[in-house]
């Protein structure tokens, strides 16, 4: 992998900046409406900085990465699968090292995909029998198991949007107040 020009390193980093405002933007907005309280002013200000951390997270993550790339394999000659986690666990540490609710939701996402990926390469590399039915709904079952248990009865080690959405889906559904409750967010009457 050559060494980037300048031109090409403006052009990746604004690229993905353009690609994390894509995905964070609209999240940002349904969540901050739903979920948060505040001015107008407020909660767009939340929108703006969620979606700014985020694009500019995933933007210096692949600037680091390629670069970290680009760097080791111009110094061994060749790339090497090594290089590939080298680069992306400086750049994790580096970048999304910082615990925030950003980082926490990008790095969860992360968590569950790769979970999947080992198992099914473990699957493909024969460490694992491949499984006679298909294991997803035994997967399935497991997840909302604990998340349930876990919500129920330690609420506090749950990520605070996923608390926010339980909390909405499972205590607040005990309440009916109006038509409202559909087609807004159904609250106490004191916090409505």
Known sequence: MPFFKCSELAFLYLLQLSYGAKIRAPHALVMTFLFKSGSLREKLKAIAQATYTHSRNLAC???????????????????????????????GWLVFGENNHINSQINMYLLSRFLFGLSRLAVEKGYIPEPKQDPFPIFAAVT?????????????????????????????????????????????????
């Open 144 to 192: 909302w198991g604990i998340v349930l248990w876990l919500f129920e009865y330690h609420r506090h080690t749950l990520q605070p949007s996923l608390q926010s959405s339980m909390t909405y889906l499972y205590d607040d559904s005990n309440v009916w107040h109006d038509i409202s409750d559909f087609l807004i967010y159904n609250k106490s009457n004191a916090q409505k």
């Open 61 to 91: 993550f692949v600037f680091t990465y390629k670069g970290l790339m680009a760097l080791q394999s111009r110094l061994q000659g060749k790339n090497f699968q090594l290089h590939s986690f080298v680069a992306a666990f400086v750049g």
